[in-house]
Every structure is written in structure tokens, then in C-alpha cells.
């Protein structure tokens, strides 16, 4: 997991999209607007966030200080 610190979270997305499209899972387009489960898509335009960025500071970082 350290290398996910050091700027590899790019090869570690490609690994998860290749294993998602192998088995018929959705996967969100990275630099579209995200849009919270529930919320229209007029509160993902205020947020001004893309489901990139939601991802890396809010799901990759926390599950990252979780496992070390």
C-alpha cells in the first residue's frame, strides 16, 4: 500500500477498472462531475468536484490511514 502514497494511484485505478469491466461492474468516468448518491446533478455543478477528485481526498485517503 505505500506505493499508492507515492503518486502510483493512476496504475492502482487501471487495476480496479480492468477487474470492474471484467465482471459487468459500472465504472464512474473519472473527470466527469460527481454527483452524491441521492443529490440531483445541479448539486454536483455547485460543488464544482469531479468524481476524481472525490474519490482520491475522500475514498483512496481514508481507506489508505485506515489500512497503515
Not at 37 to 60: L, P, W
Request: overall charge neutral; proline content about 4%.
Amino acid at each position: 500500500m505505500p506505493q499508492l502514497r507515492s503518486g502510483r494511484s493512476d496504475q492502482f485505478l487501471e487495476m480496479a477498472t480492468s477487474f470492474c469491466i471484467q465482471h459487468g461492474a459500472k465504472v464512474p468516468t473519472m473527470y466527469g462531475d460527481y454527483a452524491p448518491y441521492g443529490k440531483s446533478a445541479r448539486y454536483a455543478c455547485v460543488e464544482n468536484q469531479t468524481n476524481d477528485d472525490y474519490f482520491k481526498r475522500e475514498i483512496y485517503i481514508g481507506v489508505i490511514n485506515q489500512i497503515s
